[in-house]
Structure formats: structure tokens, C-alpha cells
């Protein structure tokens, strides 16, 4: 996780982001804290990455890359606003012992590259070129799914679809964020999957992310925490409002770091 000491709305590259409203920076670190002290909470460590002055999109941890077999296949971000976080966040891989990877393609990260068991889901349509896929495929030798995004509001596939239990390979999402072809793909390789309505999705519900036993997710997401905890799940309500307003939440402030 990276603090928001810089978070601030000044420039606009998705639908969530208004330069006119002042960001209360107070709250935005308010609630990180409240997101990082319930990991830890919950039995988790987290890693801090230390931010740097003008890249007020840093808190989206996220982004920085897919960290896999001890591998960090660094982001190659599409917006030029953010090309500054790829070598800050390459040298604390570095530093870390993660073996960095620099791409040919355009991706970020997390945001478009989500591991359920022995598959990769990849994001595409809005961020992330779907040649990344190929060449994460090449690089961790894993299927990649493709996965058409077509709601610009659901940008990246972590604002549509989240994993609830790696193991079992079980996932939640969306079916509006996608396009009519990957909508069947998922319901055909994932008959099981939580699906979650329009409100959900509004309040970044799918923006969550789970350790199997525990979801933490947005706390306005009401009726998608009743569907997580029907399934067996223990649905923890984050409040990341502030947060939401650069256009991420909880998900996009955690990188999981798989060694």
C-alpha cells in the first residue's frame, strides 16, 4: 500500500475524477489508515511504499504492477499522468527482492490482471492492451483470459469483478461492465460466481478484495455484503469515499504481493 500524503483530483482521466471539488486530504488519510489497520486487524502485513510529491494517484497500489512467482511485471500505464509511479515503484520492487519486469505493452497491473488459481483474468478495452495478455502468458506460463470492458465507468476489471476465493477459484462481478461475449465466458467458466447489480457496482462494490475468509469492501455496497455473506463469506464495510473520488477504493489501494 502506498499513503495518499499527495492524493488530490488535478487532473481527469476517468469518469470518477472532478478537478472542481476540493479533496479533504484529512479524510482521504482518514480512511486509508482505517483500511490499513483492519488488514492488519485481520492478520494481514502490510508493506508500505513511501510516496512522492506530484503523483497524487500513487495510493493506487494496485496499478503498480502483477507481482507473481516472485516476479513484478511492472505497470506500463496508459495516461501520461501516471508515467512517473513506474520507476518509483520499480525501485522498491528492487529493493524488496522482486525480480522486476519491465512490459512491452501497455497495463496496469492489478487494475487488468486478476489470478484466480491457475488463470489469469485480463482487463481489456479501456487501460490495458490486450497484447499484455499474450505476454503474461508467456511470462508466468498461465492461461490468460481476455475480458472486454465497455462501461467507462468500470474502467479497469477490478471495478468490475473481484476474487473471493482464489483456491476454489470463485469471483464476484458485474455482468454491465462487459460485453456480451465475455459475460458468457464468465458464466460459463464461473456458474457460481456472486453477481452484483448496478447499485453495487455504482459504490465501487466490486472494488474489493477477500483473503477467502473476509471481504473487505466498500461500506455503501449493501446488498452485494448480504450476497458475499449468504455465500459464507464475512463481508468487512470499508469507508473509502474520499478515495473513491480519483476513481479506485479498496481494491486499488492493496497490491497483493505473491512471492
Not at 51 to 80: C, K, Q, T, W
Not at 166 to 180: C, M, N, V
Not at 238 to 256: F, P, Y
Request: aromatic share 10%; net charge negative; glycine share 8%.
Amino acid at each position: 500500500m502506498c499513503p495518499p500524503t499527495y492524493f488530490d483530483v488535478v487532473y481527469v482521466i476517468n469518469p470518477w475524477m472532478h478537478t472542481q471539488v476540493p479533496v479533504d486530504h484529512q479524510a482521504a488519510i482518514d480512511q486509508w489508515e482505517g483500511l490499513r489497520a483492519t488488514y492488519e486487524a485481520h492478520g494481514h502485513t502490510v508493506e508500505l511504499v513511501e510516496p512522492e510529491p506530484g503523483l497524487p494517484d500513487m495510493v493506487y497500489a494496485a496499478n503498480s504492477a502483477l507481482v507473481l512467482d516472485g516476479i513484478a511485471y511492472l505497470a506500463r500505464f496508459h495516461h501520461p499522468e501516471r508515467w512517473g509511479e513506474e520507476p518509483v515503484y520499480a525501485r522498491w520492487f528492487e529493493a524488496n527482492g522482486f525480480r522486476v519486469q519491465r512490459a512491452s505493452h501497455v497495463h496496469e497491473g492489478e487494475g487488468d490482471l486478476l489470478v484466480v488459481g491457475d488463470v489469469i483474468l485480463g482487463g481489456t478495452g479501456f487501460r490495458t492492451d490486450i497484447a499484455a495478455h499474450a505476454e503474461v502468458s508467456r511470462l508466468f506460463d498461465r492461461e490468460v483470459v481476455s475480458l472486454e470492458l465497455v462501461d467507462p465507468r468500470f474502467y479497469h476489471l477490478d471495478t468490475a469483478l473481484f476474487v473471493l476465493d482464489d483456491a476454489e477459484g470463485r469471483i464476484a462481478y458485474h455482468p454491465g461492465a462487459f460485453s456480451e461475449a465475455s459475460r458468457h465466458e464468465l458464466e460459463r467458466r464461473y456458474p457460481d460466481a456472486i453477481v452484483a447489480d448496478e447499485v453495487d457496482a455504482n459504490v465501487f462494490g466490486l472494488n474489493a478484495m477477500s483473503d477467502g475468509t473476509h471481504v473487505f469492501l466498500p461500506a455503501p455496497a449493501h446488498g452485494l455484503a448480504k450476497r458475499v455473506a449468504d455465500a459464507g463469506y464475512e463481508p468487512v464495510p470499508i469507508e473509502l469515499s474520499e478515495l473513491l473520488r480519483g476513481g479506485g477504493s479498496v481494491k486499488c489501494c492493496t497490491l497483493e504481493l505473491r512471492s
